[in-house]
């Protein structure tokens, strides 16, 4: 698994793990320290994008109802892919995907192409 995803896991695991804690008693300050230390991992993974690495496509770009019916396009293709449509001064996007790395991207790039042949791979947040 990626480095950035188990980072990421264990970060949740420790807020879990550090709020059942507070639940029933206060922390040490050991426990303390290292939620600061996760807290700021956090905040240096999001400020570089590393938790927001994930590459989508992006099928359409335009008016809200031809974004719409571009989406029941794609889930009529029943490919079981996540779309989602999203504004961006001045069209509005449909995106599709959470694929971790370009090849997952190119794959499903090929599998949709007949259907949306100006496809783009995207990476949102860079």
Same mark, same amino acid.
């Given at each position: 698994?990626?480095?950035?995803? !188990?980072? =990421?896991?264990?970060?949740?695991? %420790?807020?879990?793990?550090?709020? !059942?804690? %507070? &639940? $029933?008693?206060? =922390?040490?300050?050991?426990?303390?320290?290292?939620?600061? +230390?996760?807290?700021?991992?956090?905040?240096? =993974? +999001?400020? !570089?994008? #590393?938790?927001?690495?994930?590459?989508?496509?992006? *099928?359409?770009?335009?008016?809200? #109802?031809?974004?719409? +019916? !571009? $989406?029941?396009?794609? +889930? &009529?293709?029943?490919?079981?892919?996540?779309?989602?449509?999203?504004? $961006?001064?001045?069209?509005?996007?449909?995106?599709?995907?959470?694929?971790?790395?370009?090849?997952? &991207?190119?794959?499903?790039? #090929?599998?949709?192409?007949?259907?949306?042949?100006? &496809?783009? *791979?995207?990476?949102?947040?860079?």
């Amino acid at each position: 698994m990626p480095k950035n995803f !188990n980072v =990421l896991a264990l970060i949740i695991f %420790f807020f879990t793990a550090t709020f !059942n804690q %507070f &639940a $029933q008693s206060k =922390l040490t300050s050991t426990e303390l320290s290292k939620v600061d +230390e996760l807290i700021n991992k956090k905040h240096e =993974l +999001e400020s !570089n994008y #590393e938790l927001k690495s994930t590459y989508k496509i992006q *099928i359409f770009s335009g008016a809200l #109802e031809k974004a719409k +019916e !571009n $989406q029941q396009t794609l +889930e &009529a293709m029943d490919l079981k892919l996540t779309s989602k449509i999203v504004y $961006q001064t001045p069209n509005y996007k449909v995106w599709i995907g959470s694929f971790r790395n370009r090849i997952q &991207a190119d794959r499903v790039k #090929e599998l949709i192409r007949s259907e949306y042949p100006n &496809a783009l *791979i995207i990476k949102p947040g860079k």
